[in-house]
């Protein structure tokens, strides 16, 4: 049973312009969501994260939205570069657990 | 000056083989995890210990044996390998049990068993 899902496998997007990835998630007990980005042959490295306590949280040109009444939350890359060219996991945790669900993975490609 | 490092990188091994994957952390973190990302790519957690003890054990065979000699340290053990055993195994470390979801990985290790 996937409690966190990245419906998308990948993602094509021309350098300078926006990137947007989704995440979807069924566990209403998750409060906290990440972002990792990883390349490959290297492990995940945390990008970003929000709190079911807001539902927007900006880093940069890294954007996390949440809307917890659609059990959805989406990256914005802002403008993109090539050098973000890598796979994005979601993952989500519940209070008192430490304890990530990690989506699939969406594999982001930045073209010049 | 890596800070969650793991050994070996690869590690190609025979069915029925015991082997064990090394984890080190030098962030001063008090948990460290093990997950398993299967051909899928799912990345799914397997361990987690705090201060040496275990927390979290997900459904994972009895074949697997963490092994933490210090809380810098989180070494797996693998006893009599199986074809479905192959995968990229990663370790990972946080500050604070329940108090820091951000969680710092290693680089992996590439296990394949034949």
């Known amino acids: 049973d996937q409690q966190v899902k990245q419906n998308s496998p990948s993602l094509s997007v021309q350098e300078g312009r926006i990137s947007i990835l989704n995440c979807d998630y069924t566990n209403s007990m998750f409060d906290y969501f990440l972002w990792y980005k990883k390349y490959p042959a290297e492990g995940p490295t945390f990008l970003i994260s929000i709190s079911s306590i807001k539902d927007k949280n900006e880093d940069g040109r890294f954007t996390v939205f949440l809307n917890k009444s659609a059990k959805h939350l989406s990256l914005h890359i802002v403008p993109s570069q090539p050098g973000d060219s890598a796979v994005y996991f979601c993952a989500a945790s519940a209070r008192n657990t430490d304890k990530l669900i990690f989506g699939t993975g969406t594999r982001l490609q930045v073209f010049p | 000056d890596t800070a969650v490092s793991q050994t070996p990188k690869y590690l190609v091994t025979q069915m029925g083989n015991d082997k064990s994957i090394k984890c080190e952390q030098n962030?001063?973190?008090?948990?460290m995890y093990w997950y398993k990302q299967d051909s899928k790519k799912f990345l799914k957690i397997m361990f987690s210990?705090?201060?040496?003890?275990?927390?979290i054990n997900e459904t994972v065979p009895n074949r697997f044996s963490p092994k933490s000699p210090d809380k810098a340290h989180l070494n797996l053990h693998i006893n009599s390998l199986e074809l479905g055993d192959s995968a990229v195994y990663f370790c990972?470390?946080?500050?604070?049990?329940?108090?820091?979801?951000?969680?710092?990985f290693g680089p992996g290790t590439r296990l394949t068993v034949t």
């Open positions: 962030l001063g973190h008090d948990t």
């Open positions: 990972a470390s946080s500050h604070f049990l329940y108090d820091s979801y951000e969680q710092y």
């Open positions: 210990y705090n201060n040496k003890e275990l927390i």
